[in-house]
């Protein structure tokens, strides 16, 4: 029996059944409510405090952030493996990290979930506890782009409109967009976008990028090569402006820099200047001024790694990890000349080619489209390329990715000739066509009958039947680049080797092409005379 209640019932049996016992029982009380008042101070004295805890976010958090949350509760002056913690009313499991014990939530379902932490009491007492709330937030924005018209040119200006909804914050690359009530955007930039998304992050850091197509629509092409000194000479350069005049042709294929590694103007890019590449052979603004006014488009083409005059200028000049070596550490010779080919590993060569095609695409160029974009020929087992980190496969459609960007934000599409045996040997020459199709605008095969071996594609002889080996081969590419994105332009051959070639023969790869429904070409004549 309690201490108190032993000293009542001691004090009510010592009291007679007499005028006094009112007063005991007075007294009696007074001992009782001093016993209870005694309880209820010490119940105060004993009351449980709020154990600190630090980990909570602001708001609403969305599931990584769930994932990566840890709650630390300070159990300083108790036991911390006494300490309960509970999550909606569950036991969570925490570490001990001397007097803290570490909670991490785990997955929770979105909503508000209840977190707490309590140290157990003694009698009528409970013991220091904390309580808390937080929101889960699992749902991103939702955002939907407008479909827009494909354009013309990389250098139109670019409207981008949609809507967003459930956003805190919505750009576009690193332009702020402000969304009306109704969650509706519009912004103009001034030329299309490269590589642009357009991103939404709500209160609770989740995340919406959707990418922003600035689709382009080649417009047809009829083309023919023209070299730069084609171009400088009169009475070439009017053979080729009539076939515009009569409608025969509605672009030309302008050399920028050729196999020579000779550039046809007088290029700013400074190792073009370095080493005696850039040239007076024609005017690049006065040329394209002349051809845009006629309605004409221009293709600036750069032979990339076919580049003698670099290879020679970087290996008597120290900087032999320019070139493509041999397995002595000797400059690759080839058929192509003793220092021919530069080394597409090395970004210093990537960069030259890069600047070049960027400072045509400003002067005006409509297309650039790298030739000689591969390896040379040859056993590969007999070549080097320092500083290579990958395979030359991979890394020829690298140097196609890195170009990409800043030829179609210069304003130009981007195109790349490549060889007809890529879509049946891609490691011959490091040329894998879907790899490459990926990150341009269009592929140019260089479907020549010529060039092809006898029974190719089950075409006896090509040279001699060019409309069936372009309608198989032709074929083929259309497969190859399905999905991409990129178009077809086959390179088309006008020149006699082997087989005299004339209209008729040239008439023939037109309308193969055409029956496979491909309604653009390239004409090759090393010549600059057309069978038109």
């Known amino acids: 029996m309690p201490p108190r209640r032993k000293l009542v019932c001691a004090l009510l049996k010592r009291v007679p059944q007499s005028g006094r016992q009112r007063t005991v029982l007075v007294a009696v009380a007074a001992v009782v409510a001093v016993g209870v008042a005694a309880i209820a101070v010490g119940a105060m004295r004993g009351s449980p405090g709020e154990l600190p805890v630090a980990g909570f976010p602001d708001g609403p958090v969305n599931a990584q952030a769930l ?85 013309t040119s990389y250098r139109q200006p670019f409207v981008v409109r949609g809507t967003v909804q459930g956003a805190q914050q919505v750009t576009l690359g690193t332009k702020p967009i402000t969304p009306a009530a109704d969650g509706a955007f519009e912004l103009t930039m001034p030329h299309a976008p490269v590589g642009a998304e357009v991103k939404a992050v709500d209160a609770a850091g989740n995340v919406t990028t959707v990418p922003v197509n600035a689709a382009v629509d080649i417009p047809r092409t009829r083309a023919v090569h ?16 009539d076939l515009a005049r009569t409608g025969r042709i509605d672009t030309v294929q302008l050399d920028i820099k050729d196999e020579d590694g000779v550039i046809g103007y007088d290029s700013q890019v400074p190792l073009a200047r370095e080493s005696g590449a850039a040239t007076t052979i024609y005017d690049a603004p006065v040329a394209l001024r002349q051809l845009h006014d006629m309605g004409l488009r221009v293709v600036g083409r750069i032979v990339a790694f076919r580049d003698p005059k670099v290879a020679e200028w970087a290996w008597h000049s120290g900087r032999r990890d320019w070139v493509v070596q041999n397995v002595s550490g000797q400059p690759y010779s080839s058929h192509y000349g003793p220092i021919a080919f530069t080394n597409f590993a090395n970004p ?24 000689y974009v591969r390896r040379p020929d040859g056993p590969l087992s007999q070549m080097q390329f320092p500083g290579s980190t990958t395979d030359p496969t991979t890394s020829i459609a690298e140097f196609l990715h890195e170009s990409r960007d800043p030829v ?47 029974g190719e594609y089950g075409v006896a002889n090509p040279n001699s039947q060019p409309y069936d080996i372009i309608f198989a081969s032709l074929g083929d590419f259309i497969r190859l680049t399905e999905g991409t994105g990129a178009e077809v332009i086959p390179w088309l051959q006008d020149f006699s080797l082997g087989v005299t070639y004339g209209p008729a023969q040239v008439q023939a790869q037109i309308d193969a092409s055409l029956a496979v429904g491909i309604d653009s070409y390239i004409l090759w004549s090393p010549t600059v005379r057309y069978h038109l």
């Open 67 to 151: 994932a990566d949350m840890v709650i630390r509760v300070d159990a300083s002056g108790h036991d911390p493996h006494a300490v309960r913690v509970e999550v909606d009313g569950e036991p969570v499991a925490g570490t001990i990290e001397g007097d803290t014990v570490v909670v991490r939530p785990g997955p929770r379902t979105e909503g508000e979930h209840q977190f707490t932490a309590t140290v157990p009491g003694g009698f009528l007492s409970g013991g220091p506890s904390t309580s808390k709330s937080f929101a889960v937030d699992a749902t991103a924005p939702v955002v939907l782009i407008t479909a827009t018209p494909p354009m």
């Open 226 to 241: 023209v070299t730069a000194h084609a171009w400088s000479h009169d009475g070439l350069r009017e053979s080729v402006l």
């Open 348 to 371: 210093e060569i990537r960069r030259y080619n890069i600047d070049l095609a960027a400072e045509a695409a400003k002067l005006g160029f409509d297309d650039i489209m790298y030739d």
């Open 408 to 454: 179609h934000q210069a304003g130009a599409v981007l195109g790349a000739a490549v060889f007809g045996i890529a879509s049946t040997r891609p490691e011959q020459i490091a040329q894998d066509i879907p790899m490459i199709a990926k990150y341009v605008d269009y592929v140019a095969p260089m479907l020549y009958p010529s060039h092809w071996n006898p």
